[in-house]
């Protein structure tokens, strides 16, 4: 069983930053396809930044060149680090997993940018 536990979320003006953290529970986690997805109230779930288990990465286009997201497969952990955070940005925030067709996710942690 597979259990994913986000943190560092807040409230943070416009132009700030916030590190989030994804801890994995498991054994798969270093073989497996980390994301970071978000919702704001009202709309659909968006994917924002992923990590293959070799480290690639793939970001959406609003996010890329201001959030990195990364991964230390020692501590079964991940991470998004948000630089210059708009108040777009502003959403729950959710750890996936995905590995053997199956999708793992976090409770969500809460990102409020203020302008």
């Known amino acids: 069983q597979v259990q994913l536990v986000e943190s560092g979320g807040g409230l943070v003006q416009a132009g700030g930053s916030l590190r989030l953290s994804c801890a994995a529970s498991g054994s798969i986690f270093r073989i497996s396809l980390m994301g970071w997805y978000r919702q704001a109230p009202g709309k659909q779930r968006e994917l924002v930044a992923t990590i293959a288990s070799g480290g690639s990465t793939n970001y959406a286009d609003s996010v890329k060149g201001r959030f990195t997201i990364s991964r230390d497969n020692a501590k079964n952990t991940m991470y998004l680090q948000m630089n210059s955070l708009k108040p777009e940005d502003t959403a729950v925030y959710y750890c996936?997993?995905?590995?053997?067709?199956?999708?793992?996710w976090g409770q969500g942690t809460q990102v409020t940018v203020s302008s």
């Open positions: 996936n997993l995905y590995r053997f067709a199956l999708n793992y």
